[in-house]
């Protein structure tokens, strides 16, 4: 599922569009766990801590950013894969998991200020490769934009791209729109998506900083959507997906043929695969 397929439909009845925003929500922030657990601890990032946790040796360190409300726990194999030769850690934002509450309505670049202040806090020396899944992909791009020094490669996986609203605005139209942003503003990490997305927007492209966007082959879609919308909504989720690549003039485009939206669920050793070839580069 790419953002854009957690629209619901306008010609839904109220309670069933109602519905069809719940549930769609829901997909957004999906989430999967496993028996991994290394070792976490809290970090003072400036006024709060953060959750992170780390394993495995070897440069360059991996960082692995989740979705929108959730904390760290969906990327338990792919962690565990990629332990195997390199470090890489995965944290929980201001909030979520183990780590303690901020101040102010987060965003997208909030969230990369915190995060920059996390690496340097918790010790771990970059260059880095960055892992952003859907919402995180956002916090991803800010970061390498603005952080470049700090930056060896870019992990999009199934992210979101700064036009995602307006081209499903353009599917939808404004009243099932406004509906769908009522639950977004309600999502539980309190997160600003429309304001997230102008600020990824605004922070340019990558140059030829080496990036792989991964993106789902399977529609995570209940199958009472009318088809055409489904299609639509599909196709302009692509359209966003290929504009990610051309954030940088080293671009590769990956699709995962056998995955919804949480890629790192579905297929964890593809993106464990994809991280250890650009670490290699």
């Known amino acids: 599922m790419g953002f854009v397929a957690t629209f619901p439909i306008s010609r839904f009845v109220p309670i069933q569009t109602a ?7 829901l997909l957004l922030a999906v989430a999967c766990g496993g028996g991994f657990d290394p070792e976490s601890r809290l970090v003072d990032v400036g006024g709060h ?30 962690e565990k894969l990629v332990s195997e030769s390199n470090l890489v850690c995965s944290y929980d934002r201001a909030g979520l998991g183990e780590s303690g509450p901020a101040d102010g309505i987060p965003t997208s670049q909030t969230a990369s ?25 956002l ?9 470049p020094e700090n930056t060896a490669g870019v992990v999009l996986v199934d992210s979101l791209q700064k036009d995602n609203l307006v081209r499903a605005g353009e599917i939808l139209g404004d009243e099932t729109m406004a509906v769908f942003m009522g639950a977004v503003r ?5 997160v600003d998506l429309a304001a997230s997305l102008k600020q990824a927007g605004a922070a340019g492209n990558l140059g030829d900083l080496p990036l792989t966007v991964i993106t789902a082959g399977v529609p995570d879609l209940p199958p009472f959507i009318d088809r055409d919308i489904i299609d639509r909504l599909a196709g302009t989720w692509l359209d966003s997906q290929r504009d990610l690549v051309r ?35």
């Open 186 to 190: 309600a999502n539980p990490e309190g």
């Open 139 to 147: 916090i991803v791009q800010l970061y390498a934009a603005q952080h």
């Open 247 to 281: 954030l940088s003039k080293a671009g590769v485009h990956v699709i995962a043929e056998e995955s919804g939206h949480c890629i790192q669920c579905d297929q964890p050793e593809l993106v464990a695969e994809v991280i250890r070839k650009l670490a290699e580069r």
């Open 49 to 78: 801590r953060l959750n992170i946790r780390c394993s495995g040796e070897g440069a360059p360190a991996v960082v692995l950013v989740s979705g929108l409300a959730i904390d760290n726990h969906d990327w338990e194999t792919v």
């Open 113 to 137: 200020n915190n995060l920059h202040s996390l690496l340097s806090a918790a010790g771990i020396k970059g260059p880095i490769i960055l892992v952003g899944h859907s919402y995180g992909g």
């Open 19 to 25: 519905s069809v925003v719940g549930l769609l929500f």
